[in-house]
C-alpha cells in the first residue's frame, strides 16, 4: 500500500489523536509505520473502481426465455472429519497451481504431495480438532448457495445454484455432472474469492477448463465467468457494516486499529508470474476505508498476509510478525478483519481467533476484537444475486481482448477465454536472483527456498527410482511400491 509524507503518530495509545475526515490513518509497508493517508487510488495502479449495481436495467425476461439457468459458486473446499484431513491436504498439494515444479520435476508433483500432506497432517488434525472436528465450509457455502437461489427468485430469476468444491466434498466435478443432469442450458460461473488470484480462482478456472474440454455437452452450453467481485457496492458496504458493528463493541471504538488480515501467495505468483491479488486486495482495502469513511470512522488501519508455508518468501508483511510489531508501538486495542474470506474456516476459527489472539496478547494488546466472515449477510448475498444477474447478457458473448479494458464488473466470457487472456498478461518467469548478498536477505530467502525445494526433488528421484528409504518405510510412498 502506498502512503503519503505525513507525520508518524501512534494509534490506541494513552494520548489522544486528533483525526477529521481529510486526514485519516494507515498502518502502511512491510514495518508498519502510522501516515496521514493521501487520496484513496492516487498510487495505485489503475484496477477499476467501485461499482454499482445496474441489475434492476437488466431485461431479465428476454434474456432468460426457456433457458434452464444456474450459477455454479467455487470455493476451496474443507476436511469435515478429522480422517479427511490427510486425503484433503494431499489433493490441495497436488495442485500445481499450489506447488509450481519446473517442468522437469512435474513428475514429482503426486509424490511430493504425499509427503508434505502427510507431513502436515499430525499439526493439521490438531487444529481442526479445536474447532469442532472438521471445517464448517461446506455447510456454510452451502447455506449461502441457497440464501443466493432464494434472492435470485425474488428478483424474478429462477435460477439453481450449485457448490462445487476445489479440493474437497462435494468436488467440482460432481457439481458438473449434477448440471448436466439438470439440462442447464446458460450457467454464471462465480467463484466465492472476492480477489482473483493464480492459486484460488485461477486454479478452479484451469480445472473447469479441463472439465469443459472433454465434455461434449458442456462444450455447447453458455457459460460465462465473474473473475472477481471485491469493487462491488454491495460487498464493501456489507464489510464496512460488519467492521462498524464490530468496533461498537469496544469501549473507545475510534483508538482501535483495524488490522486487515489477508490469505497470503508467494511472492513469485506476484512479482514473476503477474497474479493481480495483491494489486487487488490493496485496492479494495482502499474501497472499504473510503466507505467507512462515509460514515465518519476514521480509524487508522493496515493489512498483512497470513497462512504462509514453507522456506520461500511469501507477500508481506506477514500477519504474526505485524501483531509483534504493533504491540511494540505501544498499540493496544487491536479489530481482525479476514479480508479474502466470505466463510469462516480453519484460517479464521483458529489461525485468527486462537493463534493471532494468543500472540496479540502476548505482545502486549490489550483489547482484542475480530470480524466474523460474510456468511449470509442479507447485503452481500443481495449483491452476488444481483452480479449474477448482471452477468447473464454476457452468457455466450465474446470476451474483451485486453484483460485492463475491464471498466466494470462485466465478466470477461468463458473459461478458456478468461484465462487465455490472463495468460497472454503473464510475464515470463525471471531468471534466478544473481546478486549474492550476506544475511537474512530477500537473496537468501530465495535461494533457501530453491535450495530446500531442490533437495526435496533429489530425494524424492531417489526414493522413487530406488523404491528404499524412510518415505517407504514410513509408508508415505506405499503406492510406488
Known sequence: MCCGSGVHVDACVSTNVSRNAKDSMVWSGTSPSLYSKQPINKFLLPLRALVTSTSQDVPIASLIGREKVGVLLLNLGGPETLEDVQPFLFNLFADPDIIRLPRLFRFLQKPLAQFISVARAPKSKEG????????????????????????????????????????????????????????????????????????TSGSSLRLLESIFREDEYLVSMQHTVIPSWYQREGYIKAMANLIGKELETFDHPEQVLIFFSAHGVPLAYVEEAGDPYKAEMEECIDLIMEELEKRKIMNAYTLAYQSRVGPVEWLKPYTDETIVELGKRGVKCLLAVPISFVSEHIETLEEIDVEYKELALKSGIEKWGRVPALGCEPTFISDLADAVIESLPYVGAMAVSNIEARQSLVPLGSVEELLAVYDLKRRELQSPVMVWEWGWTRSAETWNGRAAMLAVLVLLVLEVTTGQGFLHQWGILPFFH
Open 128 to 199: 481442526y480438532a479445536s474447532i469442532g472436528g472438521g471445517s464448517p465450509l461446506r455447510h456454510i457455502t452451502d447455506a449461502q448457495a441457497e440464501e443466493l437461489r432464494k434472492s435470485l427468485w425474488e428478483k424474478q430469476v429462477p435460477a439453481k445454484v450449485y457448490v462445487g468444491m476445489r479440493y474437497w466434498h462435494p468436488f467440482t466435478e460432481e457439481a458438473i455432472e449434477q448440471i448436466k443432469r439438470d439440462g442447464i442450458t446458460k450457467l454464471v460461473v462465480l467463484p466465492l474469492y472476492p480477489q482473483f488470484s493464480i492459486s
